[in-house]
């Protein structure tokens, strides 16, 4: 089916593990040429399932027609970045973190914000999708906020590489697959029900700045629109799933220094530190995968 063996031959005692092959990376450099988008940390086994969907789909039969395609076609670069991406995401997911996070970790930043005068509360969701992971967010804030009539500055950041996938998550409009988790009383309290959609109502929408980030991206260490960084809580949940390790070493770095003293790091449930910097980071629970950083 492919011009080439996606598996290269190791070492005598090594696992046999997916690399690219040359005609693979060939059309990542094309990618990264024309958008600047990296995906060479993204596992190899993902990478070749993904792009071997355009190729089927386009009627190609192995990667060098593939990329002989997207230079007649450049629109289909736009399909190839939809697919590499991964976009699934829903309101509330392992709503157990979400939990933690309103009973726990809210409290707990806000207690030490009126400790040190502190006015501003900032958070960023990486690799944000449709934004439902940075509206639940923006929920639970606006919750706390109002039950303990505090008065905080509320900023939060949403990013995400795909373009096209943040236009849909500021329209703020969610089909019922991504409102399994939400609990009744939000659902009646921040939405409306129209055409078979459930639409977010503005006061929680217009809390979340949405952007295009590249979590890779080497010349910046947080996105342009938080200016700054220096976020108490950073979001980043079931993205470094999809990178081998030295990239994730990379994302960590960044997120890490992203954190304001003592902020936390929220993963999805697959992911942990990298050895690199899990000792940068406590594990504050053993039911979440939520970290503080040392």
């Known amino acids: ?14 696992r046999h593990r997916p690399v690219m092959n040359n005609e693979l990376k060939r059309i990542l450099c094309y990618l990264n040429e024309k958008h600047g988008l990296d995906f060479f940390g993204y596992r190899a086994s993902m990478v070749q399932r993904r792009v071997g969907q355009r190729f089927l789909f386009t009627k190609c039969k192995n990667y060098d027609e593939y990329y002989a395609y997207l230079l007649e076609n450049p629109d289909e670069l736009n399909n190839l ?7 699934v995401s829903r309101f509330f997911r392992n709503s157990l973190a979400f939990e933690y996070m309103a009973d726990r970790i809210l ?26 992971e940075a509206y639940s967010i923006a929920i639970l804030v606006h919750e ?3 039950e303990e009539t505090l008065k905080l500055g509320v900023n939060i950041f949403a990013t995400d590489i795909d373009g096209k996938i943040l236009e849909k998550a500021q329209q703020a409009v969610f089909p019922f697959e991504s ?3 939400v609990k009744f009383r939000f ?3 921040y939405f409306s029900f129209t055409e078979n959609a459930f639409q977010l109502m503005p006061e929680i929408r217009d809390r979340v700045l949405f952007s295009v980030y ?10 342009s629109e938080s200016i700054f960084g220096d976020f108490d809580m950073v979001l980043c949940r079931n993205v470094l799933i999809y990178f081998n390790t030295a990239y994730q070493d990379k994302i960590f770095d960044k997120l890490y220094r992203a954190l304001t003293q003592h902020g936390y790091l929220v993963l999805g449930e697959a992911e942990i530190p990298s050895p690199k910097y ?10 979440c995968h939520i970290y503080q950083k040392i």
Not at 214 to 223: A, E, H, Y
Not at 278 to 287: P, Q
């Open 187 to 189: 659902l009646k309290k």
């Open 144 to 146: 706390f906020l109002k």
């Open 179 to 181: 409102m399994k988790d």
């Open 81 to 87: 970045i939809d697919a590499l991406t991964i976009n």
């Open 278 to 287: 899990e000792r940068y980071f406590r594990r504050v629970n053993d039911c």
């Open 214 to 223: 590249d979590l890779l991206d080497n010349k910046s260490s947080v996105p």
């Open 1 to 14: 089916m492919t011009h080439g063996s996606l598996f290269h031959r190791q070492g005598r005692g090594e």
């Open 107 to 132: 409290p707990a930043i806000c207690h030490r914000k009126k400790e040190t005068g502190d006015h501003s509360l900032r958070v960023w969701s990486a690799g944000c999708s449709m934004g439902e």
